[in-house]
């Protein structure tokens, strides 16, 4: 089945500059990308995701970008603010293959230092 | 937004015990999904369906059943519980449509196997 690894495991940046999460996936058939955040004692909650037909996509302060040659795609978060501070967990699934699942990576726990 | 229900919030058992963790969806999701969540690991997938009376098979099954009684309705079963099952519980739902592969998470089920 599918796996994706995702690091760094955890990352912290001062508020105002980029952060930026990578993943890499296995199996070359999987065509759609989210990106969850996660809030202390909260669910995960989708933020961005891109399909395989796109390089990259971008919604206010988050990219992501798509390298379906290396398998791996990557989250950025520009001008990083305190409310940026969470858990985020990439995830890769085949859409439209019926039968549908998602593999998440383990998470990287982002802290927006002031 | 759509709305997943899980129940208990908090349950404590112990070892050898029997546990059911329920959840319900009502916007007519085709998928379902239990997933259990560790720090280390993420995400990981127990189960899902894409219907009642269907039941797709995770990355980590051991110690699991699952059981999809309606479309609204997805069960997880622990039969016999063990340590190594204490965890936090998140069921989701989606359409698993294209366009339509958002997961919609439950408030989480915190399960303690002493």
């Known amino acids: 089945g599918e796996q994706v690894e995702q690091l760094p495991s955890i990352l912290r940046v001062q508020e105002g500059s980029s952060a930026s999460i990578n993943c890499s996936y296995e199996d070359s058939a999987s065509n759609y990308f989210p990106w969850y955040k996660q809030e202390p004692g909260e669910n995960p909650k989708l933020i961005i995701d891109?399909?395989?037909?796109?390089e990259r996509k971008q919604i206010q302060e988050l990219i992501v970008l798509l390298d379906k040659k290396a398998k791996r795609f990557s989250l950025h978060i520009t001008d990083t603010q305190p409310g940026d501070s969470a858990m985020y967990f990439c995830a890769a699934s085949r859409v439209n293959y019926g039968n549908e699942k998602i593999t998440f990576g383990a998470g990287t726990k982002l802290t927006i230092k002031p | 937004e759509a709305a997943v229900t899980q129940s208990p919030r908090n349950k404590v058992t112990v070892t050898g015990g029997n546990v059911t963790l329920s959840c319900r969806q009502t916007?007519?999701?085709?998928?379902m999904y239990w997933y259990r969540q560790d720090t280390g690991h993420g995400l990981r997938l127990i189960h899902y369906?894409?219907?009642?009376?269907?039941?797709q098979i995770g990355d980590v099954p051991d110690g699991y059943k699952a059981t999809r009684t309606t479309q609204e309705d997805f069960f997880l079963l622990l039969e016999l519980a063990s340590p190594s099952q204490t965890s936090l519980y998140f069921c989701a739902s989606s359409d698993g449509t294209a366009s339509a592969e958002t997961l919609y998470f439950g408030s989480g089920t915190r399960l303690t196997v002493l």
């Open positions: 916007n007519s999701h085709n998928y």
């Open positions: 369906s894409y219907g009642a009376g269907n039941l």
């Open positions: 891109i399909r395989s037909n796109m």
